[in-house]
């Protein structure tokens, strides 16, 4: 029985990935402030993460063979993990995002090695606090904790870590983004669709299968930046496709205007990600062929 710490999952594919760890039989406590109750069976730690002393004594005497860490967005985040759980895993699991390579122009499927952590500047100065702050540099907060972690591989007091960089994530009746659902409401009337020209494809994966990723990782021996897509690029006027199949309507395209921001997954810039290393780790990915239809029928029916 692995002792498996989770910080955050309390909603969409981290709460999946609790159940996943429970069934499995490990032994999962989860860390968040009190806002959720985790799945039964898992012990319940509430502090908030972003207090070193209160998580530290909140944690007490307790090790880890593997903590996954849902909800690290900054490197003052990271460095406060660092430094409480010096000692106490022998793992770290961090979720990043395909955020993290937006400031690309690939020809091609992005690899991990397109963005090392370690030449990341850290800057834990900003104002990371401020949610606009973080919101507008989601993917730079994500950068600057990987290189936290990276920095820390080796040291003393630092521990083995990978940081699973994220494809966007479609799918289940808990999508609480609204991502889609922008889609419908438009293609619904037959209104517009903003979008970027050219409509740059782009790396998706189901909820499901980040969660069963996410634990896959979790129990292998494997460092450093991987990413987690699932095979089958695809495009804004694919997503309208499948919304248009489940809602009927008409798709309405048009290009968006300079300063005005385009919809969600209609990207300025070309950065799928590649898969390869993953694989070659030993995980298979589904097709987004194959579950997309699935994922936008069970989201905008909830």
Known sequence: MREVCVIGGSRYFGKRLIERLLAAGDRVTVVNRGSARPPAGAVHVIADRNDEAALAAALGDRVFDVVIDQVCYTPVQAAVARRVFAGRTGRYVMTSTIEVYAHLDADGPVPE????????????????????????????????????????????????????????????????????????????????????????????????????????????????????????????????????????????????????????????TAYGMSNARAEELGFRFGRTADWLPKAVAETLSA
């Open 113 to 268: 090695d397109a963005l090392d952590p370690v030449s990341v500047r850290v800057e834990p100065e900003l104002p990371w606090d401020e949610d606009a702050f973080l919101d507008a540099h989601y993917g730079e907060g994500k950068q600057q904790a990987e290189a936290v972690f990276a920095a820390g591989t080796g040291s003393a007091g630092g521990f083995p870590y990978v940081s699973v960089r994220v494809g966007h994530v479609l799918g289940g009746t808990d999508d609480f983004t609204g991502r889609l659902a922008h889609y419908a409401e438009r293609i619904r009337g037959g209104e517009p669709v903003a979008v970027t020209v050219p409509d740059h494809p782009s790396t998706y994966i189901h909820v499901e299968e980040i969660a069963d990723f996410l634990l896959w990782a979790a129990g292998e021996a494997f460092t450093g930046p991987v990413n987690a897509c699932s095979h089958g690029p695809l495009t804004t006027a694919d997503i309208c496709a499948a919304v248009q199949a489940v809602t009927g309507g008409e798709v309405v395209l048009r290009a968006a205007g300079d300063g005005e921001p385009a919809s969600p997954f209609a990207f300025g």
